[in-house]
């Protein structure tokens, strides 16, 4: 199970960190990805981290502003979210990639999936 939080409203400019849980498995083996759904828009990949040596993948609509971590201790990913824009509001979710991928911003390379959490962006 996973379990993503930490969504809120933010200003323009502003920082949010976000949160994904997981349980019931541990997380070392698992490479995970943080996706993002805006009203109207598709589901799309905003980043990933590998399971083997932390390799990190981010959108070029992000890169630069977000980095994701991971605490394998904690069974925990982050999402650290910087420099916020208004575009950047969308329900952010976060998923188990299956293994031997080549995409990592394809949904199709991910089979299970936290509750989303909800980011705001607006002044």
């Known amino acids: 199970q996973l379990q993503a939080y930490g969504g809120g409203l933010v200003q323009p400019g502003g920082s949010l960190r976000l949160s994904c849980a997981v349980s019931?498995?541990?997380?070392?083996?698992?490479?995970i990805g943080w996706f993002r759904q805006a009203p109207g828009k598709e589901r799309e990949g905003v980043s990933c981290?590998?399971?083997?040596?932390?390799?990190?993948y981010y959108d070029d609509s992000v890169r630069g502003r977000f980095t994701i971590s991971r605490d394998n201790a904690k069974n925990t990913v982050y999402l650290q979210m910087n420099s916020l824009r208004p575009e950047d509001t969308a329900v952010y979710y976060c998923?188990?990639?299956?293994?031997?991928?080549?995409?990592?911003?394809?949904?199709?390379?991910?089979?299970?999936w936290g509750q989303g959490t909800q980011v705001t962006v607006s002044s």
């Open positions: 998923a188990t990639r299956k293994p031997y991928g080549s995409i990592w911003s394809a949904r199709y390379e991910y089979d299970y």
């Open positions: 981290i590998s399971a083997s040596d932390g390799s990190t």
């Open positions: 019931g498995f541990t997380l070392d083996y698992y490479a």
